[in-house]
């Protein structure tokens, strides 16, 4: 039926090709249009009797060639294309049900262990015998991150479900039909929001506190989400690749219905396309589920377990033993190191990114209202500035963004923190940009919460702090 319809329309196309410039030709001489334009018993003598119009239609011709439309043929093409259509839709609802059913996600190899949040509570000795074991390469910035392992990331139903999709929308766009492409189009999103997407959604979805400590629903959890980061990726190059051949194929155009067919058939491709835009929503709510679930209660965890024992109210000696030991930062780039260890192999590249997007805001967030808590004089104020430079730099060439937006506040904290006393605070008011003006990252500091941090400075008189007027 495919070829059929495709050689019927390049044989029509080839008529009209030639039969235009003789109609024009034709026009032009005085009394020709009666010679292109033929009445119904001009048509009944020189049209063979097999290609004339039905009874009960009359004869309708085309303007721009003089070619009859409504023939024998035309009527039986359009019954073949709704035949074909109707077995299509009927094969890509089961083909895509059976890529389903055969899908391999419970046998995907690299799946043996659970993710674990558990990274040990040592610090020096600790991240030696961290370095020096087989498979784990020192990151950028001091962070450990594994070598390249055989964890497969995602299932075989996105390829062959894709397949599927591809063949049907190829061959229907062969046909050169625009009604035919749009609805096998709606076929296929059918197909895909009712097995592809829902099944993908339900595993996404599922609680991470139920699959604490199994690796086979941590499995179906991450592939699933990976699975839906794949086919945002491959339905935007099955479409790049359907345009381009209906760009190829389709008559070009130049006015006449050409150019409503090609027109019609790229609605019908835009429609399909849209649907990614249901792949990435199902995605980010199954990365937030997972940043709820997992990363956030793993970064306060992360974060907790490297503040213990670290205090920033210090002595000149403290001060020195602190900067020769960096404490903080040795932890938090050994806990950190064990979260990027197992989420990079088993997240797709933007799921991984977007998850670390979330660990690192969860982070911010968590450091300002710990700050917020803690006391400190000049010196803890330098070295918890110090602190946030570090961390930001490390966390910056792990993620390979910049972070200067997300940690804009704990920078400016950092700063009104470190002041040699409460007057040099009052500056850190006048840099403010004024109000009304539009400022790209986080919004800075208040007065008020200023003020608040220097109350937690136990080396400035709360006169001093009062004489600021803020």
Same mark, same amino acid.
């Given at each position: 039926?495919?070829? $059929?319809?495709?050689?019927?329309?390049?044989?029509?196309?080839?008529?009209?090709?030639?039969?235009?410039?003789?109609?024009?030709?034709?026009?032009?001489?005085?009394?020709?249009?009666?010679?292109?334009?033929?009445?119904?018993?001009?048509?009944?003598?020189?049209?063979?009797?097999?290609?004339?119009?039905?009874?009960?239609?009359?004869?309708?011709?085309?303007?721009?060639?003089?070619?009859?439309?409504?023939?024998?043929?035309?009527?039986?093409?359009?019954?073949?294309?709704?035949?074909?259509?109707?077995?299509?839709?009927?094969?890509?609802?089961?083909?895509?049900?059976?890529?389903?059913?055969?899908?391999?996600?419970?046998?995907?190899?690299?799946?043996?262990?659970?993710?674990?949040?558990?990274?040990?509570?040592?610090?020096?000795?600790?991240?030696?015998?961290?370095?020096?074991?087989? +498979?784990?390469?020192?990151?950028?910035?001091?962070?450990?991150?594994?070598?390249?392992?055989? $964890?497969?990331?995602?299932?075989?139903?996105?390829? =062959?479900?894709?397949?599927?999709?591809?063949?049907?929308?190829?061959?229907?766009?062969?046909?050169?039909?625009?009604?035919?492409?749009?609805?096998?189009?709606?076929?296929?999103?059918?197909?895909?929001?009712?097995?592809?997407?829902?099944?993908?959604?339900?595993?996404?979805?599922?609680?991470?506190?139920?699959?604490?400590?199994?690796?086979?629903?941590?499995?179906? $959890?991450?592939?699933?989400?990976?699975?839906?980061?794949?086919?945002?990726?491959?339905?935007?190059?099955?479409?790049?690749?359907?345009?381009?051949?209906?760009?190829?194929?389709?008559?070009?155009?130049?006015?006449?219905?050409?150019?409503?067919?090609?027109?019609?058939?790229?609605?019908?491709?835009?429609?399909?396309?849209?649907?990614?835009?249901?792949?990435?929503?199902?995605?980010?709510?199954?990365?937030?589920?997972?940043?709820?679930?997992?990363?956030?209660?793993?970064?306060?965890?992360?974060?907790?377990?490297?503040?213990?024992?670290?205090?920033?109210?210090?002595?000149?000696?403290?001060?020195?033993?602190?900067?020769?030991?960096?404490?903080?930062?040795?932890?938090?780039?050994?806990?950190? +190191?064990?979260?990027?260890?197992?989420?990079?192999?088993?997240?797709?590249?933007?799921?991984?990114?977007?998850?670390?997007?979330?660990?690192?805001?969860?982070?911010?967030?968590?450091?300002?209202?710990?700050?917020?808590?803690?006391?400190?004089?000049?010196? +803890?104020?330098?070295?918890?500035?110090?602190?946030?430079?570090?961390?930001?730099?490390?966390?910056?060439?792990?993620?390979?963004?910049?972070?200067?937006?997300?940690?804009?506040?704990?920078?400016?904290?950092?700063?009104?923190?470190?002041?040699?006393?409460?007057?040099?605070?009052?500056?850190?008011?006048?840099?403010?940009?004024?109000?009304?003006?539009?400022?790209?990252?986080?919004?800075?500091?208040?007065?008020?919460? $200023?003020?608040?941090?220097?109350?937690?400075?136990? =080396?400035?008189?709360?006169?001093?702090?009062?004489?600021?007027?803020?």
């Amino acid at each position: 039926a495919v070829l $059929i319809s495709r050689q019927t329309a390049t044989f029509n196309r080839f008529l009209a090709s030639r039969a235009a410039p003789e109609a024009q030709a034709l026009a032009d001489v005085p009394g020709g249009a009666e010679r292109v334009f033929l009445g119904p018993a001009a048509i009944a003598k020189l049209v063979p009797l097999s290609m004339q119009p039905t009874r009960d239609a009359g004869a309708v011709v085309d303007g721009a060639t003089g070619l009859v439309r409504n023939t024998p043929l035309a009527a039986r093409m359009r019954w073949l294309t709704d035949v074909y259509v109707s077995l299509e839709v009927f094969f890509v609802g089961r083909s895509v049900a059976k890529a389903m059913a055969l899908d391999d996600v419970d046998s995907l190899t690299g799946w043996q262990d659970a993710v674990n949040s558990d990274a040990g509570t040592g610090t020096g000795a600790s991240a030696t015998q961290h370095r020096a074991q087989p +498979g784990v390469r020192r990151g950028p910035g001091g962070a450990f991150a594994s070598e390249a392992r055989d $964890i497969q990331q995602t299932s075989s139903c996105v390829g =062959d479900m894709f397949f599927v999709v591809k063949t049907a929308l190829e061959h229907v766009i062969s046909m050169q039909r625009p009604a035919a492409v749009g609805a096998v189009a709606q076929c296929v999103i059918s197909a895909m929001n009712s097995e592809f997407l829902s099944a993908m959604e339900a595993c996404a979805l599922s609680s991470w506190s139920g699959a604490a400590g199994q690796a086979p629903a941590q499995r179906r $959890i991450l592939v699933a989400i990976n699975n839906l980061d794949l086919a945002c990726v491959y339905l935007q190059k099955t479409v790049d690749g359907l345009r381009e051949m209906i760009g190829r194929e389709w008559p070009p155009e130049g006015g006449g219905d050409g150019d409503s067919d090609r027109a019609a058939a790229h609605a019908a491709i835009d429609t399909f396309a849209a649907f990614a835009g249901k792949f990435a929503h199902a995605k980010q709510r199954a990365l937030e589920q997972l940043g709820a679930q997992l990363l956030k209660p793993w970064m306060r965890t992360i974060l907790q377990q490297s503040y213990r024992d670290i205090k920033y109210v210090l002595t000149d000696e403290e001060f020195n033993d602190v900067q020769n030991d960096n404490l903080f930062q040795k932890r938090f780039v050994l806990k950190f +190191g064990h979260l990027v260890q197992q989420l990079r192999p088993r997240l797709a590249g933007a799921n991984y990114a977007a998850a670390l997007e979330l660990s690192i805001a969860t982070l911010a967030q968590d450091w300002e209202r710990a700050i917020r808590q803690s006391k400190f004089n000049m010196l +803890g104020g330098i070295m918890f500035e110090k602190d946030v430079r570090e961390i930001q730099r490390f966390l910056e060439q792990e993620a390979d963004v910049p972070l200067r937006p997300r940690f804009g506040r704990l920078t400016q904290m950092a700063d009104a923190l470190a002041v040699e006393s409460a007057a040099d605070a009052k500056q850190l008011l006048l840099a403010r940009p004024a109000a009304g003006t539009d400022v790209a990252g986080p919004a800075p500091l208040s007065a008020k919460e $200023i003020r608040a941090l220097l109350e937690n400075r136990i =080396d400035v008189a709360d006169s001093d702090i009062s004489s600021l007027g803020i």
